[in-house]
């Protein structure tokens, strides 16, 4: 005997599906900061270079030079550790007398490194430096530093941060969204520490010698993402 055919139940209409949203989705900023200090540290490379008959001649020359420069140094209140032996280093010349003989000479350079850490002094303490050495004195370089840069990259970082979050904040408001966490941060550049600037003097103008440390400044960039609040 043939069943009655059961009707047809109708068809439930598809729930449309919610978009998933794209993890990756949210916004990118980048931010930037400074921050600076008055150098409190200036180092400074001098020494002595002397020319005699042999290498013997000459060290002893540039030697005694360097000897009366350090002990000036010491005097003027430079501690022992901060004084180095930065470069030792002897070359031979050769020169034609009118005989057409030829002469030979060495020259022998002896160079220290010093950190002086009364900045206002440094000038007339390196003055007196190579005064002390005599006609031997060499004055390579002079140059402003922070000792500590690690604060004022600190500060640099921070500020930074402070810069993305900003205008990260903005650009949700334009977008009538909200931030949510932070998923990526990626920094620039690392906050280096401010290259020191260079100042120099000739040997002969020991007495005109201005010192004018200014600030050094750490610079810091950071690029952060933010998802988007649910």
Do not use: H, I
């Not at 007398?97 to 030979?104: E, I, S, V, Y």
């Amino acid at each position: 005997m043939t069943q009655p055919t059961q009707p047809t139940q109708p068809t439930q209409p598809t729930q449309p599906t919610q978009p998933l949203l794209d993890p990756r989705a949210g916004v990118t900023t980048t931010g930037q900061g400074a921050a600076s200090a008055v150098p409190d540290v200036v180092v400074v490379e001098l020494g002595a270079e002397a020319s005699g008959a042999d290498v013997q001649v000459a060290l002893d020359a540039a030697n005694a030079g360097v000897r009366a420069a350090r002990e000036a140094l010491l005097a003027g209140g430079v501690a022992a550790e901060d004084l180095r032996t930065a470069q030792t280093s002897t070359w031979t010349q050769s020169s034609q007398q009118p005989d057409g003989a030829a002469t030979l000479s060495v020259t022998a350079r002896l160079t220290l490194r010093v950190t002086v850490r009364d900045v206002l002094s440094s000038g007339e303490l390196v003055r007196a430096a190579l005064g002390a050495a005599g006609a031997v004195a060499r004055l390579d370089s002079m140059r402003f530093a922070v000792s500590d840069p690690a604060p004022l990259a600190v500060a640099a970082r921070e500020e930074a941060f402070a810069d993305a979050r900003a205008r990260a904040e903005q650009y949700a408001v334009l977008a009538g969204r909200t931030l949510g966490p932070v998923v990526e941060v990626s920094e620039q550049g690392g906050g280096a520490a401010p290259m020191p600037r260079m100042m120099s003097a000739k040997a002969g103008a020991y007495d005109a010698m201005a010192v004018d440390p200014g600030r050094e400044q750490v610079d810091a960039s950071v690029t952060v993402r933010w998802a988007w609040a649910d």
